[in-house]
Nanobody, 125 residues
Framework: QVQLVESGRGSAQAGDSLRLSCAAS????????MGWFRQALGKEREFVAAMSRNGGITLYADSVKGRFTMSRDSAKNTVYLQMRSLEPEDTAVYYC??????????????????WGQGTQVTVSS
C-alpha cells in the first residue's frame, strides 16, 4: 500500500520561508517521478514542482521559480519543497504526488497515481 504524508509548519508571514516534507511508504521516491501541487480555495489544483525518477530533471511553475526548491532524501524516502520569499498568493493546500509509470516529471495531475492528503499553507501579509 502506497502512502504519502505531507507535513510542515502551516502559517507564515510574507517573505518568510517554509519547508514541506512528503514521506513515502510502499514505494521509493528515488524510483518514481514525484510532484508537488497546490490548490487554493475555490481554484483548481495547480502544478508547483516535479522531479524526474533519477532526480536529474526538476520542473517549476513560473510563479514559484527562483523561490521554491524541490529536493529528495533517498535514505529517508522523503521529498521536500523548500519555499522562500513566500507571498499571500502562495496560500493553498499543498499536495505531493507519485507517478509510478513515467520517468520524466509531468506538470499535469493525470499521470500521478498516488496523492497525499495535503497540508495547508497560509501566508499572511
Amino acid at each position: 500500500q502506497v502512502q504519502l504524508v505531507e507535513s510542515g509548519r502551516g502559517s507564515a508571514q510574507a517573505g518568510d520561508s517554509l519547508r514541506l516534507s512528503c514521506a513515502a511508504s510502499g514505494r521509493t521516491v528515488s524510483s518514481n517521478a514525484m510532484g508537488w501541487f497546490r490548490q487554493a480555495l475555490g481554484k483548481e489544483r495547480e502544478f508547483v514542482a516535479a522531479m524526474s525518477r533519477n532526480g536529474g530533471i526538476t520542473l517549476y511553475a513560473d510563479s514559484v521559480k527562483g523561490r521554491f526548491t524541490m529536493s529528495r532524501d533517498s535514505a529517508k524516502n522523503t521529498v521536500y519543497l523548500q519555499m522562500r520569499s513566500l507571498e499571500p498568493e502562495d496560500t493553498a493546500v499543498y499536495y505531493c504526488a507519485l507517478d509510478t509509470n513515467r520517468s520524466i516529471p509531468s506538470r499535469l495531475t493525470a499521470p500521478y497515481d498516488y496523492w497525499g492528503q495535503g497540508t495547508q499553507v497560509t501566508v499572511s501579509s
